[in-house]
């Protein structure tokens, strides 16, 4: 099996492997020769190595490599050999213990021991890891130091918190913002994704919020009275942040745009909205607005104009709050040990969820 393994599919390479063997072991070919003549690691330590990593035990992960590369071992094939056990408890994890049928009784049990102890996400980041590590110990003049190294942040990785624990870390933090509008505004889905059942596009509901129900087209006969559908789909528009949530979810994000950004709302009341426009506003702002709101809902809203000042724009307030959120992250101490230890890792945006645990 490991000479057939480091053939690699050559019968040549094999037959040659071979003959290399029963010279150097007088005739007969033993696992432990052939493991010294191609400066392979015993399978059954490696998986060792990777089960000290895992738990985040350093100096067992260190001294075992010290004593496989002591006994011939070369690091790039350890790092190989780990990767290939990480990639065959991943295959174990995601499709069972047969999905990996070449492997040996033992390394089997051992790659499906660690499918079940860790999840995906930390397999996949283990996977990366040891594909980025292996070019470093190819390239490092010496590779066993390139390969410590690797294994040191690897047990330190095994410490971190996966992204689904921070997610959760920020949901039970207490929120900085008390503003009522913005909140419910924010709390309010900004991206679409196909709904094939509609044959249109619709919005996912925010995490923790309970779908809103998208009407569906149906043919609707001469006699049925148009004003009876319209009314059973009105949907709840108490607030001006409520509009422009309605504004996203109909699709029409280049209205919704010039709501956030380039007006002013200075008096609101259902069925009449007073604004302040900005110098960036479209022209046609307010006619767009109730014509459309009128279409949708099939009320009448009227939409004034007026040079008095209102509160700030919605958008602007928004992306203040983002900016301060995104500061209190990188703050974070978590935060921050992620990124001294993979200073090429960049922030790209926070997002906060419900508490899953509330009702």
């Known amino acids: 099996s490991l000479i057939a393994r480091a053939a690699e599919g050559s019968a040549r390479d094999g037959l040659s492997v071979l003959d290399q063997a029963l010279a150097h072991g007088g005739g007969?070919?033993?696992?432990?020769?052939?493991?010294?003549?191609?400066?392979l690691a015993d399978r059954g330590r490696v998986y060792d190595l990777m089960d000290a990593v895992f738990a985040g035990k350093t100096a067992d992960a260190l001294s075992l490599l010290d004593t496989l590369h002591s006994d011939g071992a070369d690091p790039l094939q350890i790092i190989g050999d780990m990767s290939e056990g990480v990639h065959a408890a991943s295959r174990i994890k995601a499709a069972?213990?047969?999905?990996?049928?070449?492997?040996?009784?033992?390394?089997?049990s051992r790659a499906a021991a660690i499918a079940e102890r860790l999840s995906v996400a930390a397999l996949a980041r283990a996977w990366q890891m040891l594909l980025k590590g292996l070019d470093e110990v190819?390239?490092?003049?010496?590779?066993?130091s390139a390969a410590e190294m690797l294994l040191i942040r690897m047990c330190h990785a095994s410490g971190l918190p996966s992204p689904e624990d921070i997610v959760q870390h920020f949901a039970r933090a207490p929120a900085a913002e008390t503003n009522a509008e913005l909140k419910k505004y924010e709390?309010?889905?900004?991206?679409?994704?196909?709904d094939s059942s509609a044959g249109r596009m619709s919005l996912p509901p925010a995490i923790g919020e309970t779908p809103m129900p998208q009407p569906r087209e149906t043919e609707t006969s001469a006699v049925t009275a148009p004003q009876t559908r319209t009314a059973s789909l009105k949907p709840d528009l108490a607030s001006f942040a409520d509009i422009v949530r309605f504004v996203a979810e109909?699709?029409?994000?280049?209205?919704?745009?010039?709501?956030?950004?380039?007006?002013e709302l200075v008096r609101f009341k259902p069925g009449h909205i007073e604004l302040h426009l900005l110098d960036a506003a479209p022209k046609d702002l307010a006619n767009e607005l109730g014509r459309k709101l009128k279409y949708w809902t099939g009320d009448r809203w009227m939409i004034s104009l007026t040079d008095k000042r209102g509160e700030?724009?919605?958008?602007?307030?928004?992306?203040?709050?983002?900016a301060r959120l995104l500061e209190q992250t990188k703050r974070h101490p978590t935060v921050k040990s992620i990124i001294q230890h993979f200073p090429e890792a960049e922030i790209l945006g926070v997002r906060e969820v419900d508490d899953p645990k509330k009702d």
């Open 96 to 108: 069972g213990g047969d999905a990996v049928p070449a492997l040996s009784s033992n390394e089997r």
């Open 187 to 194: 709390s309010a889905p900004h991206g679409g994704v196909p």
């Open 250 to 263: 109909k699709r029409d994000l280049i209205l919704k745009i010039a709501l956030e950004d380039t007006c």
């Open 28 to 39: 007969k070919v033993k696992a432990a020769d052939i493991l010294s003549l191609l400066g």
């Open 138 to 144: 190819a390239r490092a003049p010496r590779g066993i």
């Open 312 to 322: 700030r724009p919605l958008g602007e307030i928004r992306r203040e709050r983002e």
